[in-house]
């Protein structure tokens, strides 16, 4: 079985951008898995979300990613929630390295700040609410995300250090 590094952490932690690096980095493929949804289901992330809810996207979710066509050792960007249904983190633990890039609440907000409208989890969340909506999520979320073989710091993530780390899991 290919070889398997599956990025996790809130919305805005870099999951894709990390994901694209980490992949140039090895040669290995890139996978973001809510692309993968949205090829699937020939909708947007939001407008799966508006239109049938996120009971139904959680199901899609856990479904594509079971059912990835992996050919070779890939990096995997997680959505936000992910790892929080379905067993999802279970899945991942079993079937590759889990990597957290974690990030405070502010340097999520500072990130996300300009970017509510296209966050579904975010849509008509004021701005004087968005530190405290942040915050809970992540309470919410946290036991999740600490499950990962790797917790790094995603504001300051150095692609070469984490590669080293992961490097020392596949032996």
Request: charged letters at 30%; aromatic letters at 8%.
């Amino acid at each position: 079985m290919p070889n398997r590094i599956y990025l996790i952490g809130f919305m805005g932690s870099g999951k894709t951008t990390a994901g694209r690096k980490l992949a140039s980095a090895t040669g290995w493929d890139f996978i973001d898995l809510d692309l993968e949804i949205e090829k699937k289901e020939n909708k947007s992330i939001s407008e799966i979300f508006a239109l049938c809810g996120e009971e139904y996207f959680r199901k899609i979710e856990a479904e594509t990613l079971r059912n990835l066509k992996i050919r070779k050792d890939s990096v995997i960007a997680t959505g936000g929630g992910t790892p929080c249904f379905h067993g999802n983190i279970d899945y991942m633990l079993a079937t590759g390295i889990v990597v957290y890039l974690k990030l405070t609440v502010e340097e999520i907000k500072n990130r996300l700040i300009s970017e509510t409208a296209d966050r579904p989890l975010l849509k008509g969340i004021r701005e004087e609410n968005l530190t405290e909506f942040i915050r809970n999520k992540i309470r919410e979320r946290e036991k999740f995300y600490n499950m990962a073989h790797i917790v790094t710091d995603g504001y300051n993530l150095n692609e070469t250090t984490l590669l080293e780390e992961i490097k020392k899991m596949l032996i």
